[in-house]
């Protein structure tokens, strides 16, 4: 007898959320990420017609082709994915956003688009596959690759890194969080947490490059990474209009309710941190990179920041569907703007 498939409450099954085989290297973090993104848009009952995917150029930017194929999508310009995102997203507020990029795509060309995506606060899901190096163009030392870091045919990096997770935090973005792809039910939690936050969610997830920065020692490795990582809570998270139960004892967790009345809860793991302070989220980060740790989960939150959608005077319905008349001006207040010309 054929097992049947597991569906969630639309009736989908995963599959549904699936796209085309990947051709990403057997391996590669990023095959992780497009893995955990569709278990998570399919555990949380998304319509895939609510999804639109954007991205710009590098390996992370073919994502969205491997994933969420009945999702509209588009793949546009190296650095530019931030533009797109934004213009779509203000055409139709009704659909959630998923930005897919790369610590090149972010970190060296598009950082000035990154830098405005947050401070206007757009919601998408921002992630970024950062593996430090560029492996669509055979392995050239990226922006976010560690000070000393020697590659087979690049030689030695002599520039210190960029951090994605400081630079977000500095240029206050709502939502930042930091996962690793060998952490896939962490990662999992927080792409839920993402999807349900109205803002700018930046997720900075270290994705091994198996091929071309694959040395145990490298910051970007599988064995670097499940050696240094630091978790700094266990996450859950409870959709709107679910029970919400939980087994702690009182002092030990951190509710976070977002805007759709969701919420995160952080269990605490052997410090004592609220995610709602961005100073002590930017101390957070020092410290761990004095003790060469790769910390993860939700590392600051504000679910109270207004949002594009909230600034802007836009119309209750989508602009995509505003009828013509409605657009076009009528031949009284065409004649009234001509007459003020003479």
């Known amino acids: 007898m054929a097992r049947k498939k597991r569906v969630n409450e639309l009736g989908l099954s995963k599959s549904d959320y699936a796209g085309a085989s990947t051709t990403l290297c057997a391996g590669c973090g990023h095959n992780a990420i497009i893995g955990q993104m569709i278990a998570a848009c399919f555990e949380e009952n998304i319509p895939p017609e609510k999804l639109v995917k954007f991205s710009g150029i590098g390996c992370s930017s073919k994502a969205p082709t491997y994933m969420l194929k009945r999702s509209f999508g588009f793949n546009g310009l190296h650095g530019r994915m931030p533009s797109l995102a934004t213009g779509a997203l203000l055409a139709d507020m009704s659909l959630i956003g998923i930005g897919m990029s790369g610590d090149g795509d972010t970190a060296s060309i598009g950082m000035g688009q990154f830098k405005h995506i947050m401070r206007r606060n757009v919601p998408l899901v921002y992630v970024v596959a950062n593996n430090g190096v560029y492996g669509l163009t055979k392995g050239q030392l990226s922006a976010t690759a560690e000070e000393g870091l020697a590659l087979k045919r690049q030689g030695q990096n002599k520039y210190m890194p960029i951090d994605i997770v400081w630079e977000a935090l500095v240029g206050r973005a709502s939502f930042v969080a930091r996962g690793f792809s060998g952490d896939p039910k962490q990662l999992k939690t927080l792409f839920k947490a993402a999807l349900h936050h109205r803002g700018t969610a930046v997720i900075d997830v270290i994705s091994p490059c198996v091929t071309f920065n694959n040395m145990d020692d490298s910051h970007h490795s599988y ?103 409605e657009l076009r001006p009528s031949r009284d207040s065409l004649d009234k703007v001509n007459a003020m010309m003479f």
């Open 223 to 325: 064995a670097w990474g499940k050696i240094h990582e630091v978790a700094l809570h266990e996450l859950s998270f409870v959709p709107p209009g679910k029970s919400i139960k939980v087994k702690y004892e009182k002092g030990e967790t951190a509710e976070v309710t977002l805007h759709d009345g969701s919420q995160i809860i952080l269990k605490k793991l052997g410090r004592d941190y609220d995610p709602n302070n961005r100073g002590a989220a930017l101390q957070l980060l020092e410290e761990a990179n004095k003790k060469n740790e790769l910390v993860t989960g939700l590392i600051y939150i504000n679910p109270k920041q207004i949002s594009i959608f909230d600034i802007e005077y836009l119309p209750p319905s989508p602009l995509n569907r505003v009828p013509d008349e």
